[in-house]
Antibody, heavy 126, light 108 residues
Framework: QVQLVESGGGLVKPGGSLSLSCVASGFAFTDYYMSWIRQAPGQGLEWISYISSNGHTIYYSDSVKGRFTISRDNAKSSLYLQMVSLRAEDTAVYYC???????????????????WGQGTLVTVSS | EIVLTQSPGTLSLSPGERATLSCRASQSVSSTFLAWYQQKPGQAPRLLISGASRRAAGIPDRFSGSASGTDFTLTISRLEPEDFAVYYCQQNGGSFWTFGQGTKVEVK
């Protein structure tokens, strides 16, 4: 069965860095675009980034652009999120997700994510 | 950026009642790229509806979605105890995705 397992969350000071991973299994990872979506405590969902299956199409939300970097290693069926210059407002549960029906063009990726990991908590606090 | 505004913020209903949730887009959104999610405390979101009206695999037929221009609606025909949760709409077309702020369906 499809599994997405995030890791790497934890407590980090403002201005610090953290790297998240998402290991995928149960599906052909190389065929699908992947996304990161976060949720601050008690708040709603916020899309932050996605990456196409070949890594050529990448987009970020304005709130993380220039500070976060999404990448993937298809040989390891893994998705990554490198986060630098972290702020208190980055505190959230970070989910990786993908759409089993979706596609990417140079203008972006489309399709509703129907598989989600359980999330990993990132806390930015001094 | 396309802003999605959900209403009401909270819906207080009893089991067996009908729930109608609204999601209004600030600009044109293709129905193809409008989705609805359900989230329960401590859980990841679950996809209910994609393409504005297509139920995801395993979703009961008491859940239905519809669209009219920039207005999208999620209807739960008869609330079951397991349906009390928070519901989010999302647009996933184009370069940037956005979510609505959510509607909480609570037990009256």
């Amino acid at each position: 069965q499809v599994q997405l397992v995030e890791s790497g969350g934890g407590l980090v000071k403002p201005g610090g860095s953290l790297s998240l991973s998402c290991v995928a299994s149960g599906f052909a990872f190389t065929d699908y675009y992947m996304s990161w979506i976060r949720q601050a405590p008690g708040q709603g969902l916020e899309w932050i980034s996605y990456i196409s299956s070949n890594g050529h199409t990448i987009y970020y939300s304005d709130s993380v652009k220039g500070r976060f970097t999404i990448s993937r290693d298809n040989a390891k069926s893994s998705l990554y999120l490198q986060m630098v210059s972290l702020r208190a407002e980055d505190t959230a549960v970070y989910y990786c997700a993908f759409a089993s029906i979706g596609y990417c063009r140079s203008a972006g990726c489309e399709g509703a994510p129907d598989y989600w990991g359980q999330g990993t908590l990132v806390t930015v606090s001094s | 950026e396309i802003v999605l505004t959900q209403s009401p913020g909270t819906l207080s209903l009893s089991p067996g009642e009908r729930a109608t949730l609204s999601c209004r887009a600030s600009q044109s959104v293709s129905s193809t790229f409008l989705a609805w999610y359900q989230q329960k405390p401590g859980q990841a979101p679950r996809l209910l509806i994609s393409g504005a009206s297509r139920r995801a695999a395993g979703i009961p037929d008491r859940f239905s979605g519809s669209a009219s221009g920039t207005d999208f609606t999620l209807t739960i025909s008869r609330l079951e105890p397991e349906d009390f949760a928070v519901y989010y709409c999302q647009q996933n077309g184009g370069s940037f995705w956005t979510f609505g702020q959510g509607t909480k369906v609570e037990v009256k």
